[in-house]
């Protein structure tokens, strides 16, 4: 096997990888997720999603920030359910120093399937991608997360509807 000129390589490569993810609806599974504070101080879930569908996207990744505020904790709490976790568990998150339900929460919402919008925006003079829409999947059918107004605490990911 012959050797690699990485100094080539750099030269001739692209900046950036491969640019945006066509605007579209993605089959996607969750492969990471991350309890952070954002930069107006509020709670957040970094959610990392992988696509799985064969398109030529498969593989690429996009990112989600779930951030939760007065205005936006409904919204929020939809996006969270339909990755797995429950109201419950969410709720025990955001209590302070709950370090621990975090990172349950977090392991909640790792290998959801999902299907996810994406859609573009300009940031910086950028064109980056937007995960405007996460849905939620099963055979075939996109379902809507069930939210009620006392779900159980659960430590152990729910089973899946399909």
């Given amino acids: 096997m ?3 000129d990485y100094a080539s390589l750099v030269q001739n ?13 993605y089959e996607a599974v969750v492969s990471g997720a991350e309890f952070k504070t954002s930069s ?33 904790v409904n919204m929020a709490l939809d996006q969270l359910l339909k990755l797995g976790t ?4 969410v709720a025990a998150a955001l209590a302070e120093g709950a370090e621990q339900e975090q990172a349950i929460v977090c392991g909640q919402l790792v290998d959801s399937p999902c299907r996810i919008k994406i859609k573009h925006r300009e940031w910086e003079g950028k064109t980056q991608n937007d995960v405007d829409r996460i849905m939620q ?15 159980p605490s659960s430590s152990s ?5 399909f």
């Fill in 2 to 4: 012959g050797q690699i």
């Fill in 137 to 151: 999947v099963g055979n075939g059918a996109v379902f809507p997360a069930v939210v009620s107004p006392v779900a």
């Fill in 157 to 161: 990911r729910p089973s899946a509807p």
């Fill in 40 to 72: 107006n101080g509020n709670p957040m879930f970094n959610v990392e999603f992988t696509i799985t569908d064969e398109s030529e996207a498969k593989g690429r990744k996009a990112w989600r920030n779930i951030v939760i505020t007065e205005k936006s």
């Fill in 13 to 25: 490569a692209t900046p950036g990888g491969s640019g945006p993810i066509p605007v579209g609806e």
């Fill in 86 to 89: 429950t109201q419950g568990d």
